[in-house]
């Protein structure tokens, strides 16, 4: 063989194996020419929805996508899309219903689901999930042909016992599913120990007026006296928990009339339920959710301005340097690494860095809604308090970039951008996602 052939097998060997051990080939074409593409290689679609902001998503991109044993399952059986689902693919989200991220779905060539799950996860997870995917297609169980039996089946014990079950399987709600089989199983006595087991298990899938919810109420006493262990560690809590579902569901849903069951549930319980901040937030969701702009920002002022007021910077600085000396006395007695973690909080400033935090997230929800000189003030009167609490902090100079994004001027926004993240915690998950707005920012300002 002479020298030039060799050369040529050399080089056709090792873009083979470059091909071979590379992750997922995302393509760079369409939504409908993705589905075109796969019907013509006998394929199904596969569609990472992601954000600029979403920390989780960027973390699969970077662990999981590019594993050379990623891109054999999905690279052979899927034709791959990353789509941002608040950009060029917010249309494709909005059909297939996508409001968490990241978002993996599994299409058909016709567009039908075939699969559909959400988060990060660990690799063979994700492996796995290209499999299911693949094995559900010619399936009678598929996700397709299971949401299409449910409403029909609603009566069938058998049938939603192995709907749950293979719903758990494609990384599905299976909530629906629970309240109807609660409505008719034959297995378990309504005050039995197997149904309070069950149910334990399961209330974090329970809303109010649900079955389950339903079978807790009634049986409440008898389930008290039987309870041991875990059970009886967790029972006080569970409407609680069913409360905090129900809020997580509604928001999900854009059910206006189940978050005012939440609303109305929530200020009935016992006082030691009761968390006004919690209260707050969740009475602001109810005008988000609502679109009532102008009591979710009135509520926003009386909120912030109570804070403020209640929090005069003396105070705040002198009960940080008293927190501070308690954990100084801790670490020299014992310096211990946990020890050494909490006086570095402490010495950061624990109630002023809360206090910021707080000021921030209220103060860009306010932002996005202001409209009026007198709004922007009230806005900057926030941001003066917080820059007194802490001179050049990072939640404040994030504020103010996008303050000056929303104004235009992106020179500045840039500006504080950049001293945000200086300062920023760097073990902060929220870290990597200000890096990312800064790019963004600065592709804007050259623009």
Known sequence: MNKKALTFLSFLLITVLNVSAQGINFQH???????????TENKLVFIDFYTSWCAPCKLMARDVFPLP????????????????????????AAKYKVT???????????????????????????????????????????????????????????????????????????????????????????????????????????????????ILNENYNAFEKMATGHNSKFLPFSNSQILKNTKKVALKKGDVELFEAYLEAYKKQSGKFIKEDELVESQLSYYALTKDTENYKALTETYVDEVIKENPVSKVHADDLKTYTMYKKGYDKDP??????????????????????????????????????????KLDSWVKYGYKL????????????????????????????????KNWPKGDKKFVNKEYELEELRKKAIL
């Open 336 to 377: 211990v690494p946990a020890r050494e973690r909490m006086l570095a909080s402490a010495k950061d400033g624990m109630k002023a860095n809360k206090i910021l935090k707080e000021l921030t997230s209220k103060g860009k929800a306010y932002l996005h809604r202001v409209n009026t000189k007198k709004e922007y003030k």
């Open 390 to 421: 802490k001179p050049e902090n990072c939640y404040m100079d994030d504020l103010m970039a996008k303050i000056y994004t929303k104004k235009d001027n992106l020179k500045k926004a840039v500006f504080y951008k950049e001293r945000a993240i």
């Open 100 to 214: 968490s991220y990241p978002t993996f779905l599994y299409l058909k060539s016709d567009g039908t689901v075939a699969l559909k799950d959400t988060g990060r996860m660990p690799t063979q997870d994700f492996i796995n999930n290209g499999d299911k995917a693949v094995a559900s297609i010619d399936s009678e169980y598929s996700l397709e042909n299971l949401k299409a039996t449910f409403p029909n089946k609603q009566n069938d014990e058998h049938f939603l016992k192995m709907y749950i079950k293979k719903m758990q399987g494609y990384g599905q709600d299976i909530t629906d599913g629970i309240n109807a089989w609660l409505k008719v199983q034959t297995e378990m006595e309504e005050d039995s120990q197997e149904m309070m087991n069950y149910i334990m298990k399961n209330t974090r899938l329970f809303v109010l007026g649900s079955e389950g919810h339903r």
């Open 69 to 92: 044993e990623v891109g054999a399952v999905y690279n052979k059986q899927f034709v791959s899309l990353k789509l941002d689902a608040e950009r060029e693919g917010a249309k494709v």
């Open 29 to 39: 074409i369409s939504f409908e020419e993705a589905l075109e593409k796969a019907k």
